[in-house]
């Protein structure tokens, strides 16, 4: 409150002041404080100066000040520094253009070079906290391919494309698996609104959903502990956009890395806007052993299938084997004979009959 009054005092002062002379002005005397007249004008601006700068003072100074510490408070560090980069390279545009506005007639040549200063000086903060993820992208591909330029010059292995990590692959698991085998050469990225979308699911109230989440914590747990020098956290975030498939694939654009999912909507979605994907079940499918008809495989028969007499084991690579008259040798492992692979949308499955009984 104490400030507040100096303010408003100060205020009071130099408004008064300001008033003062343009009571002068208005009265056109040459002598305004010897002409009776003239200094009721004199008078008149003084107070009104004094009354409007005492009413208006905070508003000129406590408000906006807090308005400015209010809004600083709520910047990242990030967007500090890009803001006061914008700044310092807009000025220096006006600055640039100060001398060729300063050659107008008057009172273009005063009014126009400090216009610019507000308006250049406006843009280059704008323009660079809200597109500072463009621009550190940007950059950073020029620093990426100098230091490639670098490395070949000194005989150096090329550093690997980094990946990104979505929600879905990390809950499914195989990733940790995947990263240990060296299958995936460059780092993988997991961005901070990844983490948080993790974190969202393992505090769900829905058992299954928590525990979900709870797993992708402890696989990234798991990846930060097999493969320290492969997994990097990132703050790096695309704040104009809400979901997270959706900054995921801008963030993909910005990076040009692929994205590793085994999620199909957000596969499809990608390839349309020209984003490389992993996915992991297209990589499980690859993997898996080639089987053709005619070809003898030992089985062990697990369980009972659908249909009467049949039995259903498993190869190594998780491939469903339906042993037809297999019921009679649950529990055992056999010799059986391929008679059909079928292909569905669930994967591979193979159709077999027992050696023993053709």
Not at 40 to 45: A, P, S, T
Not at 64 to 74: D, E, F, G, K, L
Not at 90 to 108: H, T, V
Not at 259 to 269: A, E, G, M, P, Q
Request: charged content about 20%; proline content about 5%.
């Amino acid at each position: 409150m104490r400030v507040e009054l100096i303010l408003r005092i100060i205020g009071f002062i130099v408004v008064a002041i300001i008033g003062w002379q343009v009571g002068g002005m208005v009265s056109g005397r040459p002598n305004p404080l010897q002409d009776p007249i003239a200094l009721r004008y004199v008078i008149g601006g003084a107070v009104a100066g004094g009354v409007l700068g005492f009413a208006i003072a905070p508003w000129l100074t406590l408000r906006p000040s807090a308005w400015a510490r209010r809004v600083i408070r709520q910047l990242s560090a990030a967007q500090l520094v890009a803001g006061t980069i914008g700044l310092v390279v807009g000025l220096i545009i006006a600055a640039l253009l100060a001398w060729p506005l300063g050659l107008l007639p008057e009172p273009f040549n005063r009014i126009l070079p400090f216009i610019g200063a507000i308006v250049f000086g406006y843009l280059g903060i704008m323009i660079t906290v809200m597109r500072q993820q463009d621009l550190r992208a940007l950059f950073g591909g020029w620093r990426t391919r100098a230091k490639a330029e670098e490395a070949k010059e000194e005989g150096k292995a090329e550093e690997e494309t980094p990946v990104l990590l979505d929600t879905s692959v990390i809950i499914d698991g195989r990733i940790a698996d995947v990263a240990a085998s060296g299958f995936i050469r460059g780092p993988m990225i997991v961005p901070h609104f990844v983490l948080s979308e993790l974190q969202y699911i393992a505090d769900s109230p829905d058992t299954l959903r928590r525990n979900r989440g709870r797993r992708g914590l402890e696989i990234l747990e798991q990846l930060r502990r097999d493969t320290p020098d492969k997994i990097r956290f990132s703050d790096m975030d695309v704040p104009e956009v809400r979901q997270v498939d959706d900054k995921l694939v801008q963030l993909a654009q910005r990076l040009k890395c692929p994205i590793v999912t085994n999620d199909y909507n957000l596969n499809r979605v990608a390839v349309l806007q020209g984003v490389d994907v992993l996915n992991v079940n297209e990589l499980a499918n690859a993997v898996k052993t080639v089987v053709l008809p005619g070809e003898t495989i030992s089985v062990d028969v697990i369980q009972e299938g659908r249909e009467m007499g049949q039995g259903v084991g498993y190869l190594d690579d998780g491939t469903m084997i339906v042993v037809e008259q297999g019921r009679l040798f649950l529990g055992q492992e056999i010799q059986v004979v391929v008679t059909k692979v079928l292909q569905t949308d669930k994967g591979r499955m193979l159709f077999a009959q027992p050696l023993e009984g053709r």
